[in-house]
């Protein structure tokens, strides 16, 4: 594996019977980089990190992950990767305080470790007065910005968002990016899933997938070029429409 992609894809399939929801992609990704995996719902996007994150065994093809295998190195591959999912992650019965220390023990980290990471983490996102509060009181950009830090918890070389910001107001969604920007700034890789296209604008680079495949892989500014459009909007709407 080549030291600056942390991520290597070849030819990755995933069939249900008749129906291949990935069929035959190939890509890499850097250390430090913003990937944007885009499509729309049911494009594939979900199964593609499900096999990359190593809850989903591939059919066919090859991919490595923090240099490790998807079929030979799940575990590994599980200690060096962060994943925030689609369906909120965080346990709504537990107080804040709660929801990281138990996540910091899932994650292996010491007790002296986890007390570290807990005061920091509050204080970063000055939740300094919800410690002791559940988290299904919390308001869902709160939660979505919380379950983002404890994914970054035990310091993965990556992180998984599974459309981190859908049903969060505009300004929790730019709050969320500028986190995003920070982690990538600080080398972990962030490999993120969004169905919003002017988001895509963020990502150093941009797949998007159409029936199981990538149909363009690119800068942003570079696909707008090719396609001869403003906007990320305009791309997708032009590769969707065939």
């Known amino acids: 594996m080549d030291n600056q992609n942390v991520i290597e894809v070849e030819n990755l399939t995933k069939k249900f019977g008749d129906f291949t929801a990935v069929n035959n992609i190939t890509f890499k990704v850097k250390q430090g980089e913003i990937f944007g995996f885009l499509g729309a719902n049911g494009a594939g996007k979900t199964t593609a990190i499900k096999m990359l994150i190593g809850i989903s065994s591939p059919t066919s093809g090859n991919?490595?992950?923090?240099?490790?295998?998807?079929?030979?190195?799940?575990?590994d591959i599980k200690k060096n990767i962060g994943y925030m999912s689609q369906k909120f992650a965080l346990y709504d019965d537990l107080t804040v305080k709660e929801n990281i220390t138990f996540y910091g023990g899932i994650y292996g980290l010491s007790r002296k470790r986890i007390k570290e990471k807990r005061n920091q983490l509050i204080e970063e996102l000055g939740l300094q007065n919800l410690t002791n509060e559940l988290v299904s009181s919390l308001p869902l950009g709160w939660k979505q910005k919380l379950a983002f830090s404890v994914a970054l918890l035990h310091d993965p070389k990556i992180i998984f968002l599974d459309e981190p910001t859908g049903g969060v107001d505009p300004i929790t969604r730019r709050q969320f990016w500028e986190m995003i920007?920070?982690?990538?700034?600080?080398?972990?890789?962030?490999?993120?899933?969004?169905?919003?296209?002017?988001?895509?604008?963020?990502?150093?680079?941009v797949s998007i997938m159409v029936d199981g495949k990538i149909e363009a892989l690119d800068t942003p500014k570079k696909l707008k070029e090719l396609f001869k459009v403003s906007s990320m909007n305009d791309v997708f709407l032009k590769l969707a429409r065939g």
């Open 63 to 75: 991919a490595k992950v923090a240099g490790f295998n998807v079929y030979e190195n799940v575990e």
């Open 181 to 205: 920007y920070k982690t990538a700034n600080k080398g972990t890789t962030v490999f993120v899933t969004t169905h919003y296209m002017d988001e895509a604008e963020y990502c150093d680079r």
